[in-house]
């Protein structure tokens, strides 16, 4: 309780000591929170996967899958049919499927959906799901599995997945008279990838897109006489249209992309939209699986055929696999059609078979594995079903929120938050400093006396003085809603000589310029198809660097909206101050939801914050900071990126055709998040448009002005 | 002019937020609607009204007679008019605790007054001009209007924005003297809510100091004045709902068994789920006896000298404990606490309550939205940020009762905080 009854006690000894080390110590708390990251990756800093859920039983059964022969005769049916009649077309064999799934004796439906092109000239889009349900004899369909394949024609550029398909009907067909099922088996085939799935989902839990207002919210009490007050169209760009069949609420899913029985190894995909992770339990469940039937798997770096001897290797190679994760997470883009399920709840990994000349690069002694076989797939999806069909509730033990830095090695919420929370440290610690700094400053301009107790009434004497001048002068004009931020801390009235009115509109402008960014891309597409004839891409990427541009040379006059004299000193680090604690709770918020994208976003920006200071008089360091600051602009940074990226990826090609690629790359990266937005609900590009986007504003304003 | 000014900016913000496309999202979120106050609720119950049925026999609702009745031949009769009038309550909120604020600032220079020559002369320059104390009826406005709490809760459309209002009459009431008005809304407030009977002390204080006079006398006539109110309200209610009382245990009973454990920004739902169920009754004594009555009478004895501040520290300690709190009882008391701006130089840890109060309301929602709609976080995480949120609130409520004594103590004693040549320590007792 010494805290709350005495917070006074000792605390001017412990200002001086902060005044004096806040900058070593953000330093060192950054230094702290890499170190800490990396040696994550080392054995003794991470742990063993085990299996938390006891009913999972995994590996208890006999396997009895014996659709070896009827997986190969799809597969070449499939083939066949493929080659005859969809070698042109990149539509999807629906009747054949059909067909087969009905021999097979599931109930079979067929699910079509639309997609408008939120961006462009308004093109649309159509497909068609084909889903078979596979009743569970010993329940009534309260609860499914999902087994999925997505399709792709033979003109894809991808790897195909027909061996997945053949697999996944071989597989109903063994599981079709079983008696054992508890849970519905839903066996999906979906085109068009990812919009596919998004429909397929939307549509199974009924998604509405209508967002009640207060009136309609008044029920028969409101007798709605005209309807104007639909301000905005509220169609959305995907419609998910309706499923004529339905079962119960699905517990997990496993989605296969194999190309052929004939692969080396399976890659298990984990990372789904806005980085959600599946359940820690089955990406344990599906390795485990995977050895017992002798499959060999691997997790990004990670070979489970590979030992490491050198405990030096196995920590890099951790630390490999963690980035390979965190650079796969970042975008909060699934890396397969099972990413789409987390947002609803459902557990769900990807299988990915591959071969040895795999574009994703060839693992070390990868020609020594023998390759697998329809029997040894087949038996370790029977096991992955029989085991979640033993589930008694949803997965809710075990881990949502882990970094993999081995298929069996993992790091919990609660080992890798001191990293992010370092980095947050660091920013609130030099909040607090430059706090401390001005309540002390107006102690300074008065004569000292040497007694600690005489502080707060200094304080108080000088805001008095300061009002007398100042207070005329300052004038709450009571426009803009953002003095709100101010209460929060309740504080900042306390010397008269801070305009609260104009901090205030000068952080709500900024975010005022950043949701204004969000919404633009609209705007540019369409200028840039009717005016300039210019795919949406082009036109969205130049578009936002004008605005980039603009926002560089406006921002820092608009410190100087709403007042009569230059910002002082204490104004400016009261902006810098809230900077810090919205950058920190910008990495907070967004690492618990994506640690990935939380430990980049600050390990970039926490320099940044750390450095932007109030500048007196414009030296060298300034200019150098400015620099670093542009260089860290949301934008500069992707295309900077994308151009490294496409540098390592080819190595071989000129500098200039490179870096050509690299913008080409970032150009798409933009259109994709911002598609993705819209249609996925990914909120990589509003978080980077309305918050990373006003908190890069303010840090440049801070950079360019100097005070008095 | 600036008051208009706020005044026009605050009601089209409101106004607007109110015919957004996020005002369902709002209405529901669990940080402004919990089961005794939200919207949902009261439109059930007056559904159920409306068609001969007792909206006391469910579970849904839990709000009292009288508004149930008010509210009901406002949606009857004038359903449009609703956005208007939760905005205009709020206004009106506002404007009286403006008006608070200002008869407060005269207490405060007459009382400067009369304590001069205590006042040592070291402190001298400590004393507050007019210029000073001008302008906090100003930020008390600013702060009840531009709170993102509060415009939360006003376009959350809870019945808390009511509540919100007869307590800022019943101060105002009690600080201009009028006892019957003050008395009367405390009363109101009291049968909506039950947690603000706790301020009939502070309020009878301050009806005493303000009506000159024998003080006992006074406290007794407020009191009997505030208990036949009351009274008369539970009878009136009964008669709505025809001389049957068993609204009684849909109404108080619910806010005191907190049957209903819907999460909120409170501390009571994460302990009752887990409590074994044969030590619910002694828990919820606990928890209520901390929310209610634990605090009133040590903080009585310590702070009868300034009504306004116990009642300050009052409503934010009961909205901190109570069993169904949102964010509308907290922007309430946030809007009370620049009235103490000259306290704030005193105060050590606004830093940290503030950079806990932005980083919990901005984590909060986050985590609600892994626990309910990712199912990737669970509540315990949940949980972990109300409760620093509550905490934080905790900090600035001692911080300013601290404040408040050291400064009482600098003034009387000058700023050499030292006894017998040795520094001395304060403590808060």
Known sequence: MGLLSDPEYGSMRFIKVLKRIHSPLCFLFYIGAIVWFFLLGHREFNNDTYFSENALLPGLVTNEFNGEQAAKQFHNELLQELEDKYEDTDEMPVPWLVAKMSQIHLEVYTHNFTLNYPLGQGQVFKGTNVYGILRAPRTSSLEALVLTVPYRPLSSHQKGTTAGIALMLAFAQFARPKKYWAKDIIFLVTEHEQLGMQAWLEAYHGLQSDSGTFYTNLGSFWKSKKKGWEWTDHSRCLDPGTLKGRSGSIQAAINLEFHTPKIKYIEVKVEGLNGQLPNLDLVNLVHKLCVKSGIHHSYKNSYAWVRNRNSMDGWVDGVWTMLGMMSAQIAGVPNGNHGLFHRFGIEAVTLEGRDADDPAGAPPRVHQLTATNFYRLGTALESIFRSLNNLLERFHQSYFFYLLAATDRFISIGQYMPSLCLLCGAMLIRALSLWVTIQKEEDKKEDKKDNDGVEEEKVNEESEVIENREGLRKRVKGDLKDKKRVKEDGDMKETESISVVSIGANYFLAHLIGSGVMNSPFVFSHIGAKYLDRPSEVSVYYGLFCVSALIVVISPFLLKLFRQRPANREELTIINILLLIEMSTLGLCVGMHNISLGLCVCALYTPLALLVGVREKRSLSVYLKQGICLLLHPLVILTVCMMVYSRILFPEESLPSALGRGRDAAMQAIMFSIVDSLIYGNWLFNVATTVLLPVWIISWQLLCVTVA | ?429
């Open chain 2, 1 to 429: 002019m600036a008051l208009v000014l706020k005044y026009v900016v605050a009601v089209l913000v409101r106004y607007w937020l109110i015919h957004s496309d996020y005002w369902q999202t709002l209405a529901n979120r669990v940080e402004i609607a919990t089961p005794l106050n939200s919207w949902k609720r009261l439109i059930e119950g007056i559904y159920l009204f409306e068609h001969n049925i007792d909206p006391y026999d469910g579970d849904s609702f839990h709000e009292s007679p009288l508004l149930l009745i008010s509210f009901y031949s406002l949606l009857k009769y004038a359903p449009y008019l609703l956005p208007g009038v939760f905005t205009l309550i709020d206004i009106l909120t506002a404007y009286f605790l403006y008006k608070t604020a200002k008869i407060f600032v005269r207490i405060l220079k007459r009382n400067q007054e009369n304590n001069i020559e205590v006042i040592s002369d070291e402190s001298k320059a400590m004393i507050l001009t007019n210029l000073q104390l001008e302008e906090v009826p100003e930020y008390v406005l600013s702060v009840y209007l531009f709170n993102p709490y509060s415009v939360l809760n006003c376009v959350g459309m809870t019945t808390t924005v009511v509540q919100n209002l007869l307590l800022a009459v019943s101060l105002w009431g009690s600080v201009a003297g009028h006892r019957l008005v003050a008395c009367i809304f405390i009363a109101l407030a009291t049968h909506q809510a039950l947690y603000p009977i706790t301020l009939i002390v502070p309020i009878s204080i301050l009806l005493a100091d303000v009506n000159k006079g024998c003080k006992k006398c006074s406290y007794i006539r407020t009191l009997l004045v505030f208990i036949l109110c009351w009274g008369f309200l539970i009878f009136i209610s009964a008669y709505i709902m025809n001389g049957s009382y068993s609204y009684i245990y849909n109404t108080y009973g619910f806010i005191l068994t907190v049957p209903d454990l819907k999460p909120n920004i409170g501390l009571f739902w994460y302990f009752f789920t887990e409590m074994f169920e044969h030590f619910r009754l002694l828990f919820v004594c606990a928890f209520q006896i901390n929310a209610l009555i634990l605090y009133v009478v040590p903080l009585t004895l310590r702070f009868k000298n300034e009504p306004i501040l116990l009642a300050t520290v009052l409503i934010a300690l009961s909205t901190i404990f109570r069993s169904y709190p949102c964010v509308g009882d907290v922007g309430f008391y946030l809007a009370l606490l620049p009235m103490w701006k000259h306290l704030f130089t005193f105060m050590q840890q606004k830093f940290i309550a503030g950079c806990a109060f932005i980083i919990t309301s901005v984590l909060g929602p986050t985590v609600w939205h892994l626990w309910i709609y990712s199912g990737s976080a669970n509540a315990n995480f949940f949980f972990g940020v109300t409760l620093s949120f509550a905490t934080a609130q905790i900090f600035l409520i001692t911080d300013l009762m601290f404040a408040y004594l050291k400064r009482e103590f600098t003034l009387k004693h000058g700023s050499s905080r030292q006894v017998d040549g040795k520094p001395a320590k304060l403590v808060l007792r």
